[in-house]
């Protein structure tokens, strides 16, 4: 995602791709090269299809990165 200079805190957001709703990760401190760590996301079910988005304040209000898609593992 794209890093705001103004931040100082993103959230990672995640949903099963057939779920309309949105977990919402603890606030985590911007790091180099927006990197994100492993535990920021857990208890992920097996063979399934995520969205994963970032989230940060701006002067809009609500920043969002563009929508990524993953599959977990079986």
């Not at 309309?20 to 492993?38: K, L």
């Amino acid at each position: 995602w794209e890093a705001f200079d103004s931040a100082t805190e993103y959230q990672v957001e995640y949903k099963l791709a057939s779920s309309g709703t949105w977990t919402i990760s603890p606030a985590i401190t911007p790091v180099s090269g927006q990197t994100i760590y492993s535990d920021v996301i857990g208890g992920l079910t097996p063979n399934s299809l995520y969205y994963v988005r970032v989230n940060t304040t701006c002067a809009a209000g609500n920043c969002y990165s563009l929508i990524i898609s993953f599959t977990t593992l079986p």
